[in-house]
Nanobody, 118 residues
Framework: QVQLVESGGGLVQPGGSLRLSCAAS????????MGWYRQAPGKQRELVAI???????NYADSVKGRFTISRDNAKKTVTLQMNNLKFGDTAVYYC????????????WGQGTQVTVSS
């Protein structure tokens, strides 16, 4: 029932931009905190950015000033605008929907590949 579907990944040169989108279904989207995580080869999955149900945002230090997370509750989507991409941004990016476990818990998308290469 619950589904998070990411899109927008691809190959980009250093300094370029990509916009990732995540479309949610099967949840009351507006009450979930939404996040983007990424996992590079040989690395643990790490938080990139979150946007709470109330609209507050938080970013990993490595992406502050370059990435922007936003949400559209009417469309049930969350977006990650990625600018000035660097080699270290290469990873599979995952969409996450979070709510307190007593209200249902976390859900994950399938991931979308972002490759930064010259």
């Amino acid at each position: 029932q619950v589904q998070l579907v990411e899109s927008g990944g691809g190959l980009v040169q250093p300094g370029g931009s990509l916009r990732l989108s995540c479309a949610a279904s099967g949840i009351i989207f507006s009450i979930y905190d939404m996040g983007w995580y990424r996992q590079a080869p040989g690395k643990q999955r790490e938080l990139v950015a979150i946007i709470t149900s109330g609209g507050s945002t938080n970013y990993a230090d490595s992406v502050k000033g370059r990435f922007t997370i936003s949400r559209d509750n009417a469309k049930k989507t969350v977006t990650l605008q990625m600018n000035n991409l660097k080699f270290g941004d290469t990873a599979v990016y995952y969409c996450n929907a979070y709510i307190r476990v007593e209200f249902g818990g976390n859900y994950w998308g399938q991931g979308t590949q972002v490759t930064v290469s010259s």
